[in-house]
């Protein structure tokens, strides 16, 4: 029979530290600046937004990190997941090739995100925080602190990016379940969101700009609390349980990856996938890894390294990080969860430093691998999702030029079954593949002239 079809760890098996790369980072990663002064910031200075425990976390040097045990608690909902061997796929390819997914799809709301909404969502209500605002792009992140929120008696507001909100109504009926309250963004209830609607009034909104709104409405009281789903350091440790079940995984059928895929929006399920992985890297072991992006948000491939800020509204500290600019605002692809202007600073280090290859594809690409891995494996996966699914396709026809045996290790981050419009927009001929024009993105990265330079 061969290498199994999926690998299942026990429940007792689940992760009970997360891991912290800041340790083993080659070059540190530089502090966030203050967004007037451009002074570096200190922990006290974040405490408006972040509860003082997840600030802790997100400059913590300490490279094992205990898991609580009410998170543990509420992962075995759907952890592990199972790692799953892509056979049927294979078979069509013709490769030589070994292709495993990281199953992070059978969550309740269908992808990676809970893994850090569980987290935060417990650390806020230990805290004493009674309320969390957020924003969300695809609709994932929102659903899932949405779930996360319900499930330790916490209220939830999410500013969902407008042409996300249009795109995927169904998405806003789950939040409803769990209890959330989501609004389509820019919206009429922050003055960010006012000043916006009033300039552009049929703007398909941004992540940037829903995170300011988030942010606006957080500080107007003392018992709510912003939480974002991606970029910041304790999203990537708490995204870490991916990476250290995969390779536990891998162990129990004696394999280990030449490459390692994610795709990065802001970089949450890429680092969690891989950062375990390039522990070993760091440490010598020799294996590829690779961030996927979209042409039509190009951050990793082409935006600069630079400081600049989280949103559009320039509220948040400036991080250190490749960026298209905090105005920009991407063009309606699909894939709404990777249609970021920024990237997270650790995993932006990374790709400075040469550990990690960031590659960008058109979605046509992504939406054809999308379709041939339903035909193949059976799930259908998220827009975000088929940026890694093109990629190990990619990986696994040239081994089969090469004649080489290959292992590719993918992350699975979601479901698409919420996502069918993009699938049918496929299906009509109608996906147009967008590169992102040069004067486009000159213009959007005048935002960032100004602003300091990391070294
Ligand atoms: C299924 C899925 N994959 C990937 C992403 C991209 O986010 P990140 O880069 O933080 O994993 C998203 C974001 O919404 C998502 O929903």
Not at 45 to 56: G, K, R, V
Request: charged residues 20%; proline residues 9%; hydrophobic residues 35%.
């Amino acid at each position: 029979m061969g290498t199994p079809t999926r690998i299942i760890l026990r429940e007792d098996e689940i992760p009970t530290q997360w891991y912290n790369i800041q340790p083993d980072l080659p070059n540190p990663l530089q502090p966030p600046l203050h967004p007037e002064t451009g002074e570096p910031i200190g922990p006290e200075e974040l405490a408006p937004i972040f509860p003082m425990n997840l600030i802790e976390q997100e400059v913590s040097q300490q490279r094992w990190i205990d898991i609580p045990g009410p998170v543990l608690e509420k992962l075995a909902t759907y952890r592990p997941t199972p790692l799953q061997r892509a056979k049927a796929l294979e078979e069509a390819l013709g490769t030589p090739a070994k292709i495993y997914y990281k199953n992070e799809g059978v969550s309740p709301p269908g992808s990676h995100k809970p893994n850090t909404a569980i987290a935060q969502a417990y650390y806020n209500k230990e805290f004493g925080i009674k309320r969390l605002t957020t924003e969300t792009g695809a609709g994932q992140w929102g659903s899932a602190l949405a779930m996360a929120c319900s499930l330790f008696g916490l209220e939830c507001k999410v500013f969902m990016v407008r042409i996300s909100f249009d795109q995927k109504p169904l998405r806003k009926l789950m939040m409803q379940a769990w209890n959330a309250d989501c609004v389509a963004s820019p919206s009429n209830e922050t003055e960010i969101g006012r000043r916006i609607l009033a300039e552009k009034p049929d703007t398909p909104g941004s992540l940037g700009i829903a995170i300011s709104e988030a942010i606006e409405d957080c500080v107007r009281s003392d018992d709510t609390r912003y939480s974002l789903g991606s970029v910041l350091n304790h999203v990537m440790l708490h995204q870490t349980v991916i990476g250290l079940e995969a390779k536990r995984q891998l162990e129990m059928v004696g394999d280990y990856p030449d490459v390692v895929i994610g795709c990065a929006g802001g970089g949450s399920n890429f680092a969690g996938l891989s950062f375990p992985f390039l522990y070993d890297k760091i440490n010598g072991r020799q294996v590829e890894v690779v961030a996927t992006e979209p042409t039509a948000c190009p951050t990793l491939t082409r935006g600069p390294f630079t400081y600049d800020f989280g949103d559009t509204g320039m509220t948040t500290p400036l991080l250190p990080m490749y960026t298209l600019g905090h105005d920009f605002v991407p063009p309606p692809i699909h894939a709404g969860g990777l249609r970021y202007h920024g990237m997270a600073p650790l995993v932006s280090r990374l790709v400075r430093d040469g550990l990690v290859e960031p590659r960008a594809l058109h979605q046509n690409d992504c939406y054809e691998s999308a379709v041939l891995f339903a035909r193949t494996e059976g799930f259908i996966c998220a827009p975000e999702t088929s940026h890694a699914i093109a990629t190990a396709i990619h990986e696994a026809r040239r081994a089969k030029e090469e004649g080489k045996e290959k292992t590719i290790l993918l992350n699975w981050s979601g479901h698409g079954l919420m996502d069918l419009s993009g699938y049918e927009a496929f299906f009509r001929g109608d996906l147009v593949d967008l590169a992102l024009p040069e004067e486009d993105l000159r213009e959007s990265l005048k935002g960032v002239e100004d602003l300091p330079k990391p070294k």
